[in-house]
């Protein structure tokens, strides 16, 4: 089992970011959002990673999202939204990617994801399905979402 760290806001995160803009999906790049927020260095990082050794294998952003100005349950509450999962090509198969899901999922509230690079299989392993809602305003995401065992959906 690997252990997931939560990434420091830092120079060296950037770092490891690049490999990923190196070896990773140009669409999951991460460096301009991580450098954005290194100016506010009190704020708690939202990125999460696992390492193999020194080198960062799997990353994923994972946020508190509150659910008020276009809610997407009923009734409105707050979810975490995982964002811009990867896991590096040399790595797959391990299992990394499944662990961030499970701490994810660890922190008991639903979740959102936006499927990205073809992953909806990957999400849908994981318990994850289409969300029921007013779709179209997120139809380009294609957003899954996963709820605690015993979540009641009131729709």
């Not at 830092?10 to 490999?19: A, C, L, P, R």
């Not at 260095?41 to 100005?69: Q, W």
């Not at 779709?135 to 709820?147: G, S």
Request: glycine content about 6%; hydrophobic content about 35%.
């Amino acid at each position: 089992m690997a252990e997931v760290k939560n990434l420091a806001i830092n120079y060296k995160t950037v770092e490891d970011f690049k490999k990923f803009r190196e070896y990773g999906a140009q669409e999951l790049q991460m460096t301009k959002e991580l450098e954005g927020n290194m100016i506010d260095a009190d704020i708690n990082s939202p990125f999460y990673g696992i390492y193999v050794g020194d080198n960062l294998a799997a990353r994923m952003c994972l946020y508190t999202k509150e659910d008020k100005h276009q809610p997407i349950f009923d009734p409105p509450h707050d979810y975490m939204v995982i964002w811009k999962l990867e896991v590096l090509e040399k790595y797959h198969g391990k299992g990394f990617g499944s662990e961030l899901i499970e701490y994810a999922k660890s922190f008991d509230m639903p979740i959102k994801a936006i499927s990205r690079q073809n992953a909806r299989p990957f999400f849908e392993k994981h318990g994850f399905e289409t969300l029921k809602y007013d779709i179209e305003r997120d139809m380009a995401d294609d957003p899954l979402v996963w709820y605690p065992k015993g979540y009641v959906l009131n729709q």
